[in-house]
Structures are given as structure tokens and as C-alpha cells.
């Protein structure tokens, strides 16, 4: 049985490399897009749910915040999940149980914790994955001040009330100010051969 020789020309060999040059580039300026376009989102959810709950606290108390939460987080997730994105939140302790984490964003959360344990500012804890066919990131979200009256140590009995009656398997309470409450989780679909 004969061996098959194979040459490759200085050419062939020139073609190649500026080949495997230009899709990296390619791969590299996709993947800093698509993290601008995912910021993008997570700044336009937070802005939008952020108008909706202080109207909302301001009319009705907290009480009527913990009711646009549980309606308008989610109204406002799927409008911004489009155009191939799908938008959501997650936590290691939820608090809605649909917001469960999969096995990937868990791995991702319990790395955001042990990069802040190691002094990391929460919001430089962002992580990204890209594949041939799909973009993720996932962006730490930090506990503040306001956060506490839902998601404290401290909970007003009828706030209470409220999380009891829309999240019966509430998970979400006994955050400090700075910690991470939870994370932004950002899906694209991709087709990379025809960006």
C-alpha cells in the first residue's frame, strides 16, 4: 500500500495562517460586540425596572414594589429578548424559582463569589463564553441600599406578606449591603458564518 505525501507550499502554508489570522480577529471583534450589545441590555433592564419600582414605591410603598417586581421583571426580561438574546436574571439563593440557575451560571456564580472573597469589585465581575453557535455573559449583581427592605436580614412583616403570597419558595432574603444578590444571564444564538 503506498503513503500518501502531502506538500505544503510557503503559499498554501501563507493562505492558511492569514486564514485561521483573520478568523480569530473576526472571532475576537465579534465577541467584544456582542458583550457591548449584552451591557447594553442589562443597562436598559436595570434603568427601566429601576423607574417601575420607585414609582411603584413611591405611590403604594414597598408592598406595591414587591407586586412590580414580580410583574414587571419579567414583562420587561422579554421585551429585551429579541433579535436572537434572551435576557434573564438568576441567583444562587432565588427567588423565583423559574430564575433557578443551570449547571453553567452556578459554576459562574460560585466564581463570582470566590473572586469577590479575593477583593474583586462586583462590578468587574462579568464572565463571557463563546462558542460556534451560541454567546453567553453573565454580570454580577450587587445588593444595595434599597435592596435590603426585600431582600434583607429585616423584612416589614407586610413585605413579608407580599414575597409569601408571589414567591412561596423564597429564597432570596438575609443579603448584606455588597453582597452579590445575584447575576444578569445573557443568551445569543449565533451564526458566525454569516456575521
Request: aromatic fraction near 6%.
Amino acid at each position: 500500500m503506498k503513503k500518501a505525501t502531502y506538500l505544503v507550499t510557503p503559499l498554501f502554508a501563507l493562505a492558511l495562517s492569514l486564514l485561521f489570522a483573520s478568523t480569530a480577529a473576526l472571532s475576537a471583534e465579534t465577541e467584544e460586540q456582542l458583550v457591548q450589545q449584552a451591557k447594553q441590555r442589562i443597562a436598559q433592564f436595570a434603568q427601566e425596572l429601576k423607574g417601575e419600582l420607585s414609582a411603584a414605591i413611591q405611590n403604594g410603598g414597598l408592598q406595591a414594589g414587591v407586586e412590580v417586581c414580580h410583574e414587571k421583571a419579567p414583562q420587561i426580561a422579554a421585551k429585551l429578548s429579541n433579535d436572537g438574546w434572551l435576557l434573564a436574571r438568576t441567583s444562587l439563593r432565588s427567588r423565583n424559582s423559574n430564575n433557578a440557575p443551570n449547571d453553567w451560571e452556578r459554576e459562574v456564580m460560585q466564581q463570582f463569589v470566590q473572586r469577590k472573597a479575593q477583593g474583586a469589585e462586583i462590578s468587574s465581575l462579568v464572565t463571557t463564553n463563546l462558542s460556534e453557535n451560541q454567546f453567553r455573559l453573565m454580570k454580577a449583581i450587587p445588593t444595595e441600599g434599597l435592596c435590603l427592605s426585600c431582600h434583607g436580614s429585616t423584612i416589614a412583616p407586610a413585605v413579608q406578606k407580599k414575597l409569601d403570597l408571589y414567591y412561596p419558595s423564597d429564597m432570596a432574603t438575609g443579603f448584606s449591603l455588597g453582597d452579590i444578590r445575584g447575576a444578569f444571564t445573557l443568551t445569543k444564538h449565533l451564526n458566525l458564518e454569516q456575521k
